[in-house]
């Protein structure tokens, strides 16, 4: 097997301050737990922004260069902006960041969809900010807005024009279909980078017979043009991964997916979901990719080409 390229989503937009203390929100936090999760193994961090002041998920260009300069001088971690940012931001304000850092790979959601995380909002008695119960609640209504037409933007954008690669998220069955479609089109080419997505409501069931539908569906659509690798949210962050590392995947995890470590218990940073996962991998028997032979595999552009 090829080596295996770990990945951590280091804050993201679903979970809130009241669920966990060891959430990164300011600059620095977001900064100093990147770091520790190269240092750990992850060859990809892949980056949300957040409001310093109260933990809410924030598209603004001042709020992603608080972190990324350090980032970039401090690992040669691949950086991976999310272009997918929150449900409740418009494209424009998403593209916001990546567009003035270019950097050498983005995130791409290949469909719109329901995102409900409103099941979360049960269980915090004790909220920090005002914003965050409205957040979780009203998700019940909620749809993340990826039309075919504002994947092309993207991929125009941050593809064509600057050059970035992209890992596809891909949280259905559709979404596969939806990348050929593109491919077909032109506006992409192998190989794919597919991030298979399970466990948010909205979006495919985190079973392990759905790991398996997928990987036979994009193997009949991508051949031996795609490497996968497997995210999966809560409790089936390990499980998930540690399949997909065995059927010859890459994985991810990250508190962006899941704010546990263990059944029960908080995971009090990203170093440790990484550390935990590189240790299973390794017991697999697969060696973990550095951020040199990631960009390689992924076909990269460098880091001295991004503007950050």
Avoid at 121 to 140: G, K, Q, T, V
Avoid at 224 to 238: E, K, N, P, T, W
Wanted: proline share 5%; with cysteine.
């Amino acid at each position: 097997m090829s080596k295996i390229i770990i990945s951590c989503a280091v804050t993201g937009s679903i979970h809130t301050p009241s669920m966990t203390p060891h959430l990164p929100v300011t600059g620095d936090q977001i900064a100093e737990q990147s770091v520790a999760a190269a240092e750990a193994g992850a060859a990809i961090l892949h980056l949300h922004a957040r409001d310093p002041a109260d933990g809410r998920p924030s598209a603004a260009t001042e709020h992603f260069m608080a972190f990324l300069p350090r980032i970039k001088q401090q690992t040669d971690a691949v950086v991976n902006l999310t272009t997918g940012g929150s449900a409740t931001m418009t494209l424009d304000q998403r593209l916001a960041a990546p567009k003035a850092a270019a950097p050498e790979m983005c995130s791409l959601n290949m469909g719109s969809m329901n995102f409900a995380l409103y099941p979360a909002a049960e269980r915090i008695s004790a909220w920090r900010y005002d914003w965050e119960r409205p957040f979780l609640e009203n998700s019940d209504d909620l749809v993340f807005k990826n039309t075919p037409r504002d994947i092309a933007h993207v991929l125009t954008e941050m593809g064509t024009r600057r050059g970035a690669r992209f890992e596809f998220e891909c949280y259905d069955v559709g979404h596969l279909y939806m990348l050929r479609h593109f491919a077909d089109r032109g506006m992409v080419e192998a190989p794919f980078f597919i991030q298979f997505v399970f466990g948010v409501l909205g979006g495919i069931g985190a079973d392990p017979e759905n790991l398996t539908h997928m990987k036979g569906i994009a193997d009949k659509l991508f051949g031996d043009d795609y490497a996968f690798s497997v995210l999966a949210a809560g409790r089936h962050q390990m499980p998930l991964a540690t399949i997909a590392a065995a059927m010859g995947g890459h994985v991810r995890v990250g508190l962006e997916d899941s704010i546990f470590i263990a059944r029960g218990r908080l995971a009090t940073s990203n170093a440790e979901q990484v550390t935990k996962i590189r240790e299973i991998v390794e017991r697999l028997g697969r060696d973990i990719a550095t951020p040199a032979e990631a960009r390689h595999m992924l076909g990269l552009k460098g880091a001295d080409r991004t503007a950050f």
